[in-house]
């Protein structure tokens, strides 16, 4: 079935270093990829998205890029700052599977000044 | 925008009582809306999803008498925990998919607290 794995957090970044956070699916057909973010007390809120191969999202100075060959959508930054902090979710959505969301375990975040 | 809220935010009540949670989309209309558990520190996981003018389908596992949904319009989809148990407690989450769109908006969430 289809499932999202991601890399066990905390991740904890002194500000201004580069994050990344990797993510790998395992979807049938061809699934759109997005990465969601949620605030200590919060929903989700949608970070960025990608719907096909070699597509890339990008929002706030986050990036990713759907790769078919590795079934990867690694979320990354440049430089991260305090107000980065929270837990990032990786998801995916399959028309082949009723366009129902996966998410994966969520990773968070800790960006020390 | 495309903005869902909950209602309530919070709730706290005695166990072997029921408690309704309301999902509205309030600028566009959602023909899907899906409801979510999330406990401490874990991931979302998805319970139901609730079809306008038809039953939800619900997840494997998900006790469908126990938690009670009806979608009676276009912009409004309720979950109704019945009988509450202390491991009824968790953050429930809904979300609403745009007609026509493979994206779906969520609202800020509800905290259930069974005492």
């Known amino acids: 079935g289809d499932s999202v794995t991601q890399m066990e957090g905390p991740v904890t970044l002194s500000e201004e270093a580069f994050l990344t956070i990797n993510c790998t699916y395992t979807a049938t057909g061809y699934p759109s990829l997005f990465w969601y973010v949620q605030y200590p007390g919060e929903g989700l809120q949608l970070l960025l998205k990608a719907t096909k191969a070699d597509d890339k999202g990008s929002n706030k100075g986050f990036e990713a890029t759907y790769r078919k060959e590795t079934t990867s959508f690694h979320l990354e930054k440049g430089s991260v700052q305090v107000s980065d902090s929270a837990v990032y979710f990786c998801a995916l959505s399959s028309p082949n599977n009723f366009n129902k969301f996966y998410f994966g375990s969520g990773t968070k975040l800790n960006v020390k000044p | 925008g495309a903005v869902v809220s909950q209602h309530p935010s919070w709730v706290i009540c005695k166990s072997g009582t029921s408690v309704k949670i309301e999902c509205r989309s309030l600028?566009?209309?959602?023909?899907?809306m899906f409801w979510y558990r999330q406990f401490p520190k874990q991931s979302l996981m998805l319970m139901a999803t609730s079809n306008e003018g038809s039953k939800a389908t619900y997840e494997q596992g998900v006790e469908k008498d126990k938690f009670l949904i009806n979608h009676a319009s276009l912009t409004l989809s309720t979950l109704t925990v019945t009988s509450a148990h202390p491991e009824d407690s968790s953050f429930y989450i809904c979300s609403a998919r745009k007609t026509g769109r493979n994206e779906q908006f969520f609202g800020p969430g509800t905290r259930l607290t069974v005492l």
């Open positions: 600028d566009f209309q959602a023909t899907t």
